[in-house]
């Protein structure tokens, strides 16, 4: 069964990631804004869902969340990974 954004990804992010993010116009909790298929000049496509896991695991910067005590475990980034894999359902 495909990784479910709402199901299995929205519930790794804090509510304090959230209210940042959608401070910084990045709406993570929002599928329709997570799945969008729309490319930027880094990512061919789903550039808001590539460039959210980018930041997580810290390729972009500044990572994603910012205290270290809050950054996500392995098993947490391969779950996103997966899900993107999957189809970003």
């Known amino acids: 069964m495909p990784v479910q954004f709402a199901i299995q990804i ?7 990631d959230i209210v940042c993010m959608k401070n910084q116009h990045y709406p993570i909790n929002d599928y329709a804004f997570m799945s969008d298929v729309t490319g930027d000049a880094s990512f ?4 808001h869902a590539r460039h959210v896991y980018a930041r997580l695991t810290g390729t972009e ?3 994603m969340p910012p205290d270290a005590g809050g950054r996500w475990s392995q098993q947490n980034l391969d779950l996103y990974a997966q899900w993107m894999t999957d189809g970003f359902q």
Request: hydrophobic fraction near 35%; charged fraction near 20%.
């Open 10 to 16: 929205l519930p790794l992010f804090r509510p304090h």
């Open 44 to 47: 061919a496509d789903h550039a």
């Open 61 to 63: 910067k500044p990572q």
